[in-house]
């Protein structure tokens, strides 16, 4: 699979837990996204997903960019909200603005390796230099549930 269509989404506000880091940082024993992901799952949902979009989707949020793929940027987990309240620590709100996405879709399989090579994808994809660097995101859907046979969308905002 891979690249699929183009979609134009409204802005959105995001709510989860946040961690600045780079693809450099991701490669070393220092990484932090899989720590990330563990806090998220020790976390009470419940909060998180009382005010979440109807379709309860667990969100993998790339923003605050600060050089493109080269620098660092904040990589948070969570979902999108339907209303714009706050949530408690440590909990942290990001507002995603409205932008025309690439959406890319992995093959089916294990949940790391086909988001890390759906990435790498991005990362060479012919029209890269239409990336736009405002905020690009993983969707973790019922597609996604059983981790050894998942299929994950990701958007990477684009110009216009």
Do not use: C
Request: aromatic share 14%; no cysteine; charged share 25%.
């Amino acid at each position: 699979m891979s690249f699929s269509h183009i979609t134009d989404l409204k802005q959105k506000r995001f709510a989860g837990l946040s961690q600045r880091t780079s693809n450099a940082l991701e490669m070393t024993e220092e990484r932090r996204i899989p720590a990330l992901w563990d806090q998220f799952w020790q976390q009470d949902m419940r909060i998180l997903f009382s005010q979440a979009e109807k379709d309860q989707s667990i969100i993998a949020l790339y923003s605050n960019y600060e050089q493109e793929t080269n620098g660092f940027y904040t990589f948070s987990v969570g979902a999108f909200q339907e209303d714009s309240g706050t949530l408690p620590e440590p909990y942290e709100n990001i507002d995603l603005p409205a932008s025309a996405y690439a959406v890319f879709t992995s093959r089916i399989g294990p949940i790391e390796e086909i988001v890390y090579e759906t990435w790498k994808e991005i990362w060479t994809w012919d029209k890269r230099h239409l990336r736009t660097f405002t905020g690009d995101f993983e969707m973790y859907d019922q597609s996604a549930a059983v981790p050894q046979r998942a299929q994950v969308n990701i958007y990477v905002a684009i110009k216009n």
